[in-house]
Structure formats: structure tokens, C-alpha cells
């Protein structure tokens, strides 16, 4: 519970007859209390029960060996409305503090103003377990916010935008100033893995609610869109860069960003909605892919331009239920998109989907030129969550009907059992429905590709709450794992060991192996940071083997920074099935004395 719903419950008789703190203890009851009794725990309890055994007996159709499997299950100190796989092997998980145990109430503090609207970070450890003691909390810095309220909290960075830097750091700009229905922070904050600690950074010029941001081939994070400080319905066209030209790249892990200022770019993007998909693809340029379908650009980062891409296709939503409104013709709502591997190459092409619970459709845009309608999934569905995976398919979890909906209407937690569903796409581009997830995710929900191969599904603080086993704890996040089909096959290749220093663009490395008969290709995976069904630093690319000696293999690294911006990865060996080794981390920058490029 928050400091203000206790404040709402003091008495001023029972301060006076019983002093200050006694009398919070009777208002914290009173909060418990209204709380059980506007959604009882029982209630709680029942859903995660149904919710358990419908999956386990829905999952008996799917053969592990095939569809994979959902594992464990377990709680969570955070709702996971912000993700990133560090490369140190932990997971960042970041979000706001509850200010409502009630699922069918907004949960978030989006027109909060005051210390109540303040966010939350933890770390989970898988090497420690699933316990409580595997999350470390990792709050972000005390600030004041310009709310006129001049009380200090823990940064309230929540729907903010993300991106890694190429020391593995992980850029995070904006978030909730609170009121006018979701109004943008300035807010500039780095996280480092390796200390485990936040910093503050210059404010930007413009404040931003639910922004972009995307590294480039140079190293610099490029940030657009959002909502500015005036509140919802003022979207920023001004596009900056972190760090600014005049600030180095931080290359190392020793290069800790601190006060560090962005800047202008000298081109706007002139989004009108908020969260576009933006990509750094194998031309150098950032690919902005907007809610809109006739807002869709490409940024060219060296004459600081930019040039429109072709409209969009569209099918208008048939469904009035809620009003034909946001997520309806011509808007996509929160949906995923990835950037397609392209082999020994970076991607060339994106693939955009969901966002429109009446179309099933996908659509590659190719190569910058032309949009074209590819093999549709299931059903259509909104805030669902992309990932490619080792092997190179593509995976599919999450996702609803709408905001805060799940198909019986707004606020209303039961969810249809088809966005329970997961889908995987293969090599051919056909699409597969799946195992289902034991809590149907929507909006805020999120999930990663994990160094082990397997997938963390995590997010959506409605449900969360709507399914927590003790609403009077802290825990009331709850995290689900994925085992994919490659890990029910038989035994894994072996990555023994890979270089520790830096890796630099169109050279040879090595690596060690026990298993190198068993070698039938070697890939770079970039870490996820997602949130609201962006995912801007994920991408996908096979090595080549340049020579195999005993249990040494040589491989190349990409060519270029436009084919994988600098940056730490994952590597992975696999056989001929798809079947990966667990990775190892490996960082790419460019050589010294030389800039990365987006040339090729």
C-alpha cells in the first residue's frame, strides 16, 4: 500500500487519542481491508487455481519436443513493465509502486502527482534461484520532479524508453511527470550492469511519455516521440541524442555516463502517436515505424535527415465493442515488430505485428521499399511480445484485445483463452499456435531470450494483481519461463569458452568447443530491453566458420556496425536441428583509431 492511501484512511481522533503511529497501523487496516473487499483474495486465489490447471490441461495437445513447454512459475517483487537482459547474465526489471491492489481500477499512477507516482528497479539473479532472495532492489536516483510538490522520490521512470549503449549500459529517457493524463519527464538515466547502480544524466529539452530510442552504428542512442510535459495530446517532434556529438561514446565499462547531456537532431519526427518501432538496419539509417500507417521514416544519422517510407497496409478494425476506438482504422495499438534476419548480413527488412485485434496479418517491410503482406498468425491480437530466437524462428507470447482489455471489456481481468496462446513461425514463414502461458498478458507485458536459450515472460501488473497468491506481501509481480523446442530434443552443443576482450567488425576469432562435430553454425543474438511490445535492440545474425582445428573453431565477426551495432551479444553454437548451446557474452566495437560505420 502508499503513504497516500494510508493518508486518505487517517483519523484525526484516533492521531490525537492514540498517537501518529498507532493510528496509521489502524489506517493501514482500513486500506487492507477496502482492498479485500473490492477484490477479495479469495477471488485471487480462485483465478490462479483455474488458471493452473486449465494450462496444464490445455498443454497436454503439445508435444514439448515440438512446441515447447512452460516451466516455472514463481513470484516476483516487480511487475516487469520494463525489461532488459543485462550482459552480465541478470535481468532488469523496472517499473512504478502500486498505487492500486484493485485489477479492475487503473493500476498505474499515470495522473498521480506527488511522491506516491515513483518508480521501482530490481535485479533478478537466475544463478540464485527463483526465490526472494534472487532479486536485488535497485532503485533508481532521488529526484525532485517539476510538479510544483517539491518532494524528493525514487525517479519515476516508468513508460519510458530504452536502449543498450555499446558498454553494455542501458540508456533510459523520460517517463511520468504525472497528471494530464500521462505527462513526460525530462528524465536521462543510465543503468550500469557491472556496479549495479543508476545515474542521472542532463535533463533532456523536452519531456517525453512513452518514447523511442535505438542505438545507431555510431555508438549514440537516437530518442523521438512521446508525450511531452504538457500531457497527453502534445506528442514531441524533436528527436535528440545521447551522448551528445560533443560528449564521447562510452565504450568501456569504466566509461560511466554522469551528467552527460544530449542534443538536437536537426531532423523532427513528426509522430502523432506514441512508442514507434524503431531499427537500426543494415543501410546505417534508423527505420521509424509509427502507430500510424502513413507514419513511417527512415532517419539517415550522417546528414541528419529524413526521407517518408510508403504508407502502411491497414484492415479497419470490424469489432465496436469498445466504441471503435484507439487500436481501430487507421491506428495500430501496441504491437510487435522485429527486424528479420538477413544470414551472414544485418537485417534489411522488418516484419510489423499485431496491434490490430481484426487483423492477422503480417507485414514485411522490405528493404525500406515496399510493404507485403506475409503469412498471417492465428488471430489478431494487441500488446504481444516478438522474439527471434537462436535457431532463427520466431516466437510469439502475450497479448489482448486492447488496453485493458481482454476481450469482456475494460478493466474486466477474464480474458479470452486465445490470447493465452503462444505461436512460433518457421523457416517457411508459417505460423504455429502453441502451448498457452498460465497468466494471459496484455498491455505492459513483456519477455526476453534468455543466455540459456530459454524465454522469461513477465509484465502486466493487472493481471499480476488480479492473480496474486498473497495481495498482502511485496511480491505481487510474478515471472513465467519458456523452455523453446530446441531444449527437448536431446543434448546441447558445448560453447566452452569465447573471447573476453573486444571483438572488431570483419575479423577472425576463436572459440573453444567439446563438442565440435556437433557445430553446425554459430549466431550473434543482441539482448532484449522491451517494453509496451517495442524491441528495439534485438537482432539476429549467423557467423561465418572460417576453419575448424580440433576443438577450436575460427569465425568472422559481421562486417560492419550497420550489420550489428557495437555492443555486447550473445553467441551461440548450434547443431544441425537448431539446437544452441547456452551462450556466451561477447562485445563488438569497432578497432581503435577507427568509427564505427554505418557504410558497407
Known amino acids: 500500500m502508499t503513504e497516500r492511501q494510508v493518508k486518505k484512511e487517517m483519523r484525526d481522533d484516533e492521531a490525537a487519542t492514540l498517537g501518529e503511529a498507532h493510528a496509521k497501523e489502524h489506517a493501514r487496516l482500513r486500506v487492507t481491508a477496502k482492498a479485500l473487499g473490492e477484490y477479495p483474495q479469495s477471488t485471487r486465489t480462485a483465478r490462479l487455481k483455474e488458471l493452473t490447471e486449465s494450462q496444464a490441461e490445455t498443454n497436454k495437445r503439445y508435444a514439448p519436443e515440438k512446441f515447447g513447454r512452460f516451466a516455472e512459475y514463481f513470484p516476483s517483487p516487480d511487475y516487469g513493465d520494463h525489461i532488459a537482459m543485462l550482459p552480465t547474465g541478470k535481468v532488469l526489471l523496472f517499473s512504478f509502486e502500486p498505487v492500486e491492489d484493485n485489477p479492475q481500477k487503473e493500476t498505474a499512477p499515470t495522473d498521480?502527482?506527488?511522491?506516491?507516482?515513483?518508480?521501482?528497479?530490481?535485479?533478478?539473479?537466475?544463478?540464485?534461484?527463483?526465490?526472494?532472495?534472487?532479486?536485488?532492489?535497485?532503485?533508481?536516483?532521488?529526484?525532485?520532479?517539476?510538479?510544483?510538490?517539491?518532494?524528493?522520490?525514487?525517479?519515476?521512470?516508468?513508460?519510458?524508453?530504452?536502449?543498450?549503449?555499446?558498454?553494455?549500459?542501458?540508456g533510459v529517457f523520460g517517463g511520468n511527470l504525472g497528471g494530464n493524463g500521462g505527462s513526460g519527464a525530462k528524465l536521462s538515466l543510465v543503468f550500469d550492469p557491472w556496479t549495479e547502480t543508476w545515474h542521472r544524466n542532463a535533463d533532456m529539452s523536452v519531456?517525453?511519455?512513452?518514447?523511442?530510442?535505438?542505438?545507431?552504428?555510431?555508438?549514440?542512442?537516437?530518442?523521438?516521440?512521446?508525450?511531452?510535459?504538457?500531457?497527453?495530446?502534445?506528442p514531441?517532434?524533436?528527436?535528440?541524442r545521447f551522448p551528445a556529438r560533443s560528449h564521447p561514446v562510452p565504450w568501456q565499462k569504466s566509461d560511466v555516463p554522469a551528467n552527460v547531456p544530449v542534443d538536437t537532431f536537426r531532423a523532427r519526427a513528426p509522430f502523432t502517436k506514441d512508442y514507434p518501432h524503431l531499427f537500426t538496419l543494415r543501410d546505417g539509417k534508423v527505420h521509424g515505424l509509427g502507430r500510424m500507417l502513413d507514419e513511417q521514416y527512415v532517419f539517415d544519422l550522417d546528414t541528419e535527415t529524413r526521407a517518408k517510407l510508403p504508407d502502411r497496409p491497414n484492415v479497419p478494425c470490424k469489432d465496436t465493442r469498445d466504441?471503435?476506438?484507439?487500436?481501430?482504422?487507421?491506428?495500430?495499438?501496441?504491437?510487435?515488430?522485429?527486424?528479420?534476419?538477413?544470414?551472414?548480413?544485418?537485417?534489411?527488412?522488418?516484419?510489423?505485428?499485431?496491434?490490430n485485434r481484426d487483423d492477422a496479418n503480417t507485414y514485411e517491410l522490405t528493404k525500406g521499399k515496399s510493404w507485403n503482406k506475409r503469412e498471417p498468425r492465428a488471430f489478431g491480437r494487441a500488446n504481444d511480445s516478438t522474439l527471434t530466437l537462436p535457431d532463427g524462428k520466431l516466437f510469439t507470447v502475450n497479448g489482448s484485445f486492447h488496453i485493458r482489455n481482454y476481450g469482456n471489456g475494460l478493466y474486466n481481468p477474464n480474458a479470452l483463452p486465445k490470447y493465452r496462446h503462444t505461436e512460433s513461425r518457421d523457416d517457411n514463414g508459417s505460423w504455429t499456435l502453441g502451448p498457452v502461458q498460465r497468466l494471459p498478458r496484455g498491455y505492459h507485458s513483456n519477455a526476453v531470450l534468455m543466455?540459456?536459450?530459454?524465454?522469461?515472460?513477465?509484465?502486466?501488473?493487472?493481471?499480476?494483481?488480479?492473480?496474486?497468491?498473497?495481495?498482502?506481501?511485496?511480491?505481487?509481480?510474478?515471472?513465467?519461463m519458456f523452455e523453446p523446442w530446441y531444449l527437448h530434443v536431446g543434448n546441447r552443443p558445448q560453447l566452452n569458452r569465447a573471447p573476453a576482450g573486444a571483438l572488431h567488425y570483419d575479423s577472425a576469432f576463436t572459440v573453444q568447443t567439446s563438442t565440435p562435430r556437433r557445430v553446425a553454425s554459430a549466431v550473434l543474438v543482441a539482448p532484449t530491453t522491451a517494453t509496451h511490445s517495442t524491441n528495439p535492440s534485438q537482432r539476429h545474425l549467423k557467423l561465418k566458420i572460417n576453419n575448424r582445428d580440433g576443438n577450436t573453431l575460427s569465425l568472422q565477426t559481421p562486417a560492419t556496425a550497420a550489420d550489428a551495432p557495437p555492443g555486447w551479444h550473445m553467441l551461440f553454437l548450434l547443431d544441425e536441428r537448431g539446437v544452441p548451446s547456452v551462450a556466451k557474452w561477447v562485445k563488438l566495437e569497432p578497432a581503435r583509431g577507427t568509427a564505427a560505420s554505418g557504410n558497407h
Not at 131 to 160: H, L, Q, W, Y
Not at 236 to 240: I, W
Not at 454 to 466: F, M, N, P, S
Open 236 to 240: 514531441t517532434p524533436v528527436v535528440e
Open 112 to 170: 498521480v502527482i506527488g511522491k506516491e507516482n515513483a518508480g521501482r528497479a530490481y535485479l533478478w539473479d537466475p544463478a540464485k534461484g527463483t526465490g526472494r532472495d534472487a532479486f536485488k532492489n535497485v532503485p533508481p536516483p532521488m529526484v525532485v520532479m517539476p510538479d510544483g510538490k517539491n518532494e524528493a522520490r525514487p525517479a519515476p521512470f516508468f513508460c519510458s524508453g530504452h536502449a543498450f549503449l555499446p558498454n553494455g549500459m542501458l
Open 451 to 480: 543466455p540459456d536459450g530459454r524465454i522469461l515472460v513477465t509484465g502486466d501488473e493487472a493481471q499480476q494483481i488480479a492473480n496474486d497468491p498473497d495481495i498482502k506481501d511485496d511480491m505481487h509481480g510474478s515471472i513465467e
Open 323 to 355: 466504441g471503435n476506438g484507439e487500436g481501430c482504422n487507421p491506428e495500430r495499438i501496441y504491437g510487435s515488430a522485429v527486424a528479420l534476419p538477413n544470414g551472414f548480413r544485418g537485417p534489411d527488412s522488418v516484419l510489423v505485428l499485431g496491434g
Open 207 to 234: 519531456g517525453r511519455w512513452y518514447p523511442g530510442v535505438v542505438e545507431g552504428p555510431d555508438g549514440r542512442l537516437l530518442i523521438m516521440s512521446g508525450q511531452s510535459e504538457l500531457g497527453w495530446g502534445t
